[in-house]
């Protein structure tokens, strides 16, 4: 069974144990075995960090959700978990709940007048590119890997 590491930010959530629950039980039934970042029972940046990336190297698979959190970006946490995941050659699936792209959403420039970029993809290039981006939530982005495998 291919192991797919869970990277977002339900793992701030009040319930994130049980929400991590769900989800690797939404795993098993696309025939997969799910890893969630509370499984590590760590404690302090250092050793939690550690033993995310440890999991990251361990899996086949990476889902993350890339839903803006804090903003109209993704959690900065996962979009590490996804570079790195990349640089280690991992298949990575990116979820949004929303797929229009980033021109579409914030026009030409955003709320400070920068330029948003105009490549027609739901997030930034650099993850946009070397992942797969499904529109949807977990189990739209578990059934686009389990089509795959």
Do not use: H, W
Not at 43 to 69: K, L, Q
Not at 81 to 101: H, M, N, T
């Amino acid at each position: 069974m291919k192991k797919i590491y869970l990277a977002g930010f339900s793992v701030f959530a009040d319930n994130a144990v049980q929400i991590g629950m769900e989800m690797k039980r939404l795993c098993s039934e696309y025939g997969f075995e799910g890893l969630y970042p509370l499984d590590n029972e760590c404690s302090g940046a250092e050793e939690i960090f550690r033993a995310n990336t440890a999991m990251i190297r361990e899996c086949d698979i990476v889902a993350a959700d890339m839903a803006s959190f804090r903003g109209c970006e993704p959690d900065s946490g996962t979009a590490f978990e996804v570079g790195y995941a990349c640089a280690l050659g991992k298949k990575v699936y990116c979820y949004i709940p929303d797929g229009r792209s980033l021109r579409e959403k914030f026009g030409e420039r955003d709320e400070n007048g920068y330029n948003v970029e105009d490549f027609g993809l739901p997030l930034n290039l650099m993850i946009a590119v070397p992942a797969k981006v499904v529109c949807g939530g977990l189990e739209e982005c578990l059934k686009a890997a389990a089509k795959d495998e």
